[in-house]
């Protein structure tokens, strides 16, 4: 692997690690004030599962970068981070959770399948590990769509609420990275427009059918790196004790 | 007049047969007779076994946003989901006797239904979350070992399986005490300050003196309980006072000492005025507490109602 290329790696295995690991944060708030205790049990889960993976991708990307899982999450600011925004945003309600949940389990299991064929081995055999947890999730999800969407009223307007914040969001999961291309074209990692269509031909056809519609499509078209103001006061709370004792082994 | 008193006959024949069985060591199970007084003393015990487990999710779970490493993160997360777990099978178990969760829920968040004392205090530092896996689960690991051998089958076959997973809780949490005992001086402090606020609360949590405990011999003679709160509790002091010490924490209490004659530890007076205005619900976070709880449920009503309008109409479809 050239020198090129490795950059790029660096930064892709960055943003897969950053998306899972500002993700895991948000959900993980919900525990103990889920709306029913058997969903406090299901999202710590998913909680737990993306964590784990992000520890996973902060640790390929060690020897790149040369700093730990944990120096790489607790001692970087905003700027650094290159998830999408919309992991970044506050939890909202439980559509919005659900909802943002749903959007991204799609891509994330569409991600992996095509990660399976990685040729970076390190990659290919990450996506295998975690190809049955991302099932799960999405089935999970899957379903809190169907329910939320055709339940009440009043769950339905909250779904579309949701999603009106959320479709144009997603957008930006799809936009890549300055040197992605060179992962393409080693085989690496795969192209995000062919992947973009088939997550569209997941998600449009579920969402419609539990009753919501799309707003217009002004896709956020930002490069990662670009932060919302709610980026800043989410690693405030993430990086609080591990900042305050920067000498100690926690 | 006659039937009564053929009833009353009939019950204290019954009482005795169930009571031979008692002490013959058998389970009582789920839809066997029971006297009503064992029912409802189960339920109160097992239900506000189970409100403590839901409510016990929020001092802790307060820190998972700020968990200093990832391994932390994980290991908080996975513990405050076991506590959830906890209250669900212990709610299943209650459900056994003829509660049902709305009942159980309602005089929970209507302030009717006890639950334990300790979650009433302050979750202050990180430390605390080290402190409440060593001392608190610690203190809860006693008590459940006994309950595991309570004569009712489904909770003691909760508690077997819920021992489990606080003996991981409990070691969690003694690893992190004893790291920052031995870390940076800020540590240190932190961890000694954590101690200082937990430990007679620890003490507290095991129940009244056995003297003020009106409940234990009946509790003794059923099989519920097989131990007096003050016997859980010289357990508790035997096993974690040496450790404390010898991980060079100083123990906020100036008398306690081990008695080589009885072989006991002799603990300080215990302020008992304490406890019981906590338990009264006026300890420094029961309305900080139960306000996070009845929040969370009505945040969550309409997401309740929305599965039951899904399922209706699944139903009608």
């Known amino acids: 692997m050239n020198e090129a290329v490795t950059g790029a790696l660096t930064s892709r295995l960055t943003a897969l690690a950053d998306d899972e690991l500002i993700l895991a944060q948000r959900n993980s708030e919900w525990t103990g004030h889920a709306p029913i205790l058997e969903e406090d049990i299901a999202l710590a889960n998913i909680a737990q599962d993306e964590l784990g993976h992000a520890t996973v991708w902060l640790g390929l990307l060690e020897p790149f970068s040369g700093r730990s899982p944990d ?41 992996i399948e095509a990660l399976l064929a990685s040729t970076y081995q390190p990659l290919a055999d990450a996506a295998a590990k975690f190809r049955g947890e991302e099932m799960y999730h999405l089935r999970h999800t899957h379903l809190w769509v169907e329910r939320l969407g055709l339940g009440t009223d009043e769950s339905n307007r909250r779904m579309q609420d949701a999603l009106d914040i959320l479709w144009p969001a997603a957008g930006q999961l799809f936009v890549p990275l300055p040197d992605d291309h060179l992962l393409v074209h080693e085989g690496i990692f795969p192209d995000l427009a062919i992947l973009q269509d088939q997550w569209v031909a997941i998600v449009r056809p579920h969402l419609t059918a539990a009753g919501l519609t799309f707003p217009a499509e002004i896709a956020n078209t930002a490069a990662r790196g670009f932060h919302t103001e709610h980026m800043a006061t989410l690693l405030a709370d993430m990086q609080l004790v591990a900042r305050w004792e920067p000498d100690g082994e926690w | 007049m006659t039937k009564i ?94 509660a049902t969760r709305e009942e159980m829920m309602d005089a929970f968040l209507t302030g009717k239904a006890k639950y334990s004392s300790i979650f009433n205090y302050p979750s202050d530092t990180w430390a605390d979350v080290g402190m409440i896996g060593w001392l608190v689960d610690g203190a809860a690991i006693r008590n459940q070992t006994m309950l595991a051998q309570c004569s009712y089958g489904p909770y003691s076959r909760a508690m077997v399986r819920i021992c489990a997973e606080e003996t991981f809780h409990h070691k969690q949490g003694k ?125 969550g009503a309409w997401v309740r109602e929305a599965l039951n309008g899904y399922a209706q109409k699944a139903l009608s479809t």
């Not at chain 2, 839809?31 to 839901?54: F, N, V």
């Not at chain 2, 300050?193 to 430990?199: E, F, G, I, P, V």
């Open chain 2, 175 to 299: 690893e992190m005490v004893l790291l920052y005992a031995h870390g940076t001086p800020k540590q240190r402090e932190m961890v000694q300050d954590a101690l200082n606020r937990y430990w007679w609360p620890s003490l507290m949590m095991l129940g009244p003196h056995d003297a003020d405990s009106p409940n234990t011999p009946q509790l003794v003679r059923w099989g519920i309980k097989t131990k007096t709160n003050d016997e859980v509790r010289q357990e508790f002091i035997a096993e974690t006072a040496p450790e404390l010490l010898a991980a060079g924490l100083t123990i906020p209490d100036p008398e306690l000492h081990f008695d080589e004659e009885s072989g006991q530890w002799i603990h300080g007076p215990i302020d008992w005025d304490e406890f019981w205005q906590v338990v009264r619900g006026n300890g420094p976070c029961n309305a900080e507490r139960l306000g996070a709880r009845r929040q969370a449920h009505e945040d």
């Open chain 2, 5 to 98: 008193n053929e009833m009353t006959m009939n019950d204290e024949k019954q009482t005795a047969e169930f009571e031979a069985r008692i002490a013959r060591g058998e389970k009582i199970e789920a839809g066997d007779w029971m006297p009503e007084a064992y029912r409802k003393q189960l339920i109160r015990m097992i239900s506000q076994h189970a409100h403590s487990e839901y409510i016990g999710m929020l001092p802790e779970g307060k820190w998972i946003p700020h968990a200093p490493s990832l391994r932390r993160k994980m290991i908080l997360i996975a513990k405050v989901q076991d506590e959830a777990g906890h209250g669900q099978y212990l709610y299943h178990a209650a459900e056994t006797l003829g």
């Open chain 1, 71 to 111: 120096e790489m999450a607790f001692f970087r600011d905003a700027e650094d981070f290159l998830n999408v925004q919309m992991v970044e945003l506050p939890k909202g309600d439980w559509a919005f959770t659900m909802l943002r949940q749903y959007l991204f389990d799609a891509y994330e299991h569409i991600l």
